[in-house]
């Protein structure tokens, strides 16, 4: 079975420029969540969707960040415009549903604001 | 405040022998699961084992097992057999059932296994 795909993989961009990252979650699978991961602030929940609809946001650090999930099996996160502080890992994971406790994350997206 | 504590920002273990990476928590909440993830130097998370705040025994999956220590609110990951493929880091995390199904995550303990 296919596991949570993430693309792109790496991704270099200057200060202002949007950014997408692109998630498809396990099929089957209800619920996704977007983390952020830094050396200075570890693993951080942005945000999490169950059955498409976004649960709580209040993790995303600014108007800047912005994810939707337009159907079961794909999901965005937006950045505009990016600003360097907002390099680091992004990743995504999927459970089967909020009552399902394992999270399989997806390879990451490793973002980088010049 | 932080749920979930790591205070082995580094370990090392000869090859072959056992190793524990602690993890403590906090939470008021009676319902709640803890789960270990690793993390090698390509990037992607890896999940490893999972424990129940009910379960009544220790989960084991394969060489990991997790020491689950109620009272002390302590989760400890043990690694038998350690192998030069373990080295990585190692997330410790927990689900709380009251605030959405919240991951929070410690801030890890990077393993080094020694040939």
């Known amino acids: 079975d296919a596991g949570v795909i993430q693309s792109p993989r790496h991704e270099v961009t200057e200060m202002g420029q949007e950014v997408t990252l692109r998630c498809k979650p396990i099929s089957g699978h209800n619920s996704l969540f977007w983390y952020r991961q830094t050396m200075m602030r570890g693993l951080e929940l942005l945000i999490y969707f169950n059955n498409n609809v976004p649960i709580d946001d209040s993790g995303m650090p600014e108007d800047r960040f912005s994810a939707k999930m337009p159907n079961a099996s794909f999901s965005t996160l937006k950045i505009q415009p990016s600003e360097p502080r907002d390099s680091a890992v992004y990743f995504c994971?999927?459970?089967?549903?909020?009552?399902?406790?394992?999270?399989?994350f997806g390879p990451g997206t490793r973002l980088t604001v010049l | 405040a932080q749920k979930i504590t790591q205070t082995q920002p580094g370990m090392f273990v000869q090859e072959k022998e056992a190793v524990t990476l602690d993890c403590t928590y906090d939470?008021?909440?009676?319902?709640?699961?803890l789960f270990w993830y690793k993390q090698p130097s390509s990037g992607e998370m890896i999940f490893l084992i999972y424990q129940g705040s009910y379960d009544q025994q220790n989960a084991t999956e394969g060489r990991y097992s997790l020491n689950f220590q109620k009272a002390r609110k302590s989760a400890n990951l043990v690694i038998s057999a350690s192998q030069l493929g373990d080295s990585a880091m190692y997330f410790c995390a927990m689900r709380l059932s009251n605030t959405g199904n919240q991951f929070y995550f410690g801030t890890g303990t990077s393993l080094t296994v020694i040939p």
């Open positions: 939470t008021s909440d009676p319902s709640y699961g």
């Open positions: 994971a999927s459970s089967l549903d909020l009552s399902t406790d394992t999270q399989y």
